[in-house]
């Protein structure tokens, strides 16, 4: 997460925007499966007062692992008079750029589903093996 950051600020510095630090909105801890996170929330409040003129996301699945609410933050932002600015792709207003985004956030979702249902394989497996910790060392007196 730490280079994504950097990589933003460097494209907020390129463009000339001035970025505070109540202006990076980042939900560690969150995943991007949900809408109700609280750095996403504040985004969207000050996106909706009109005092953001751009936002700079890495790639569509940091703004929203499900295509659909990529969509609707994305459409939001917008109509409050926000440039969504990935870095990953540039995507503009064009059929094949619009039809871009939509396949790359198709396929982020796809690849999202494709790693939790490996990960509760791989946890059932280790289960049925004894390993009940996932695969670990138990600690220490157990």
Known sequence: MASQLEALYQ???????????????????????????PGLERLRDVAAAGTVAA??????????????????????LTRAGCAV?????????????????????????YERALMAERTRRGRLFAARQGRVNGGGHPPYGY
């Not at 936002?55 to 939001?76: G, T």
């Open 11 to 37: 494209a907020a510095a390129l463009r000339g925007y001035a970025l505070t630090a109540e202006l990076v909105f980042v939900d560690e801890g969150y995943s991007g499966a949900r809408l109700d996170r």
């Open 85 to 109: 600015i990935f870095l990953n792709h540039a995507f503009g207003e064009s059929p094949e750029e619009q039809m871009l985004l939509q396949m790359q956030g198709v396929f982020a979702e």
């Open 55 to 76: 936002v700079l996301v890495y790639a569509p699945d940091r703004l929203a692992h499900h295509y659909a609410y990529q969509v609707v933050i994305i459409e939001e």
